[in-house]
């Protein structure tokens, strides 16, 4: 088994998830090597095992973090003669999801209650910034020197500006119902996205300040 060489690539994310509390290398790696044999074995190779709780019920997400120099020690002790080229993320995490066990109609609950808060409060966001600025007697007062005629506080200014404002959020997050305007990101994703990069690289740092990180021995 040590004879043989190579380089063998690895490339491994900075967040994966796993279902499974046995981790193996194919579980949070990309292998490529010239040896078909090598990347094989390898990815059946264990990388880690997650505690098990008592009550499967109450078992929580874990976060474990590693370096990937833990990784290359565990490829090295099969194959030493191999050379390990990482083209991946140099620390990453490995969080363990359990199978869920909550009934369908609990997420269901959980996102109408999400829907409601959000629809009320972008509607008191959007109330407050108006009552702020004073919309309303800028249209008032646009509306009279235009038409000759004091408002009646509901015009075509009103409903234009109505209108205009949902199609506006409708065409700024890219988004109508399930489907998308263009194949672009929305603009909710790319700051869902920059927000999980900041929770990964601060989780990452913490855990090597704290040495409760997993790397060489």
């Known amino acids: 088994m040590g004879v043989k060489g190579g380089t063998l690539y690895v490339k491994i994310d900075e967040n994966v998830v796993v279902t499974d509390r046995h981790v193996k290398l194919s579980d949070v790696a990309k292998l490529q090597c010239a040896d078909p044999a090598i990347v094989r074995q390898l990815k059946q190779k264990r990388l880690y095992t997650f505690a098990e709780a008592v009550n499967p019920k109450r078992q929580k997400n874990e ?83 235009v038409m000759g005629q004091p408002s009646d506080g509901v015009t075509e200014i009103e409903i234009c500006y109505s209108i205009g404002l949902a199609l506006g959020i409708l065409v700024f997050f890219n988004h109508v119902g399930r489907k998308k305007i263009t194949p672009d990101p929305t603009p909710m994703q790319v700051q869902m996205r920059k927000y999980e990069t900041d929770i990964d690289d ?14 060489v021995d």
């Open 63 to 145: 976060r474990v973090v590693f370096s990937v120099m833990k990784v290359i020690q565990l490829i090295q002790e099969d194959y030493p003669n191999v050379a390990v080229e990482n083209i991946g993320a140099s620390d990453f995490i490995v969080e363990y999801e359990p199978d869920p066990v909550k009934p369908r109609w609990v997420n269901a609950v959980k996102t109408v209650l999400l829907c409601v808060v959000i629809f009320f409060g972008a509607a008191f966001t959007i109330m407050a910034f108006n009552n702020d600025v004073g919309v309303a007697e800028v249209f008032s007062r646009f509306y009279e020197q």
């Open 202 to 215: 601060a989780f990452i740092e913490n855990a090597q300040r704290k040495g409760h990180g997993i790397d």
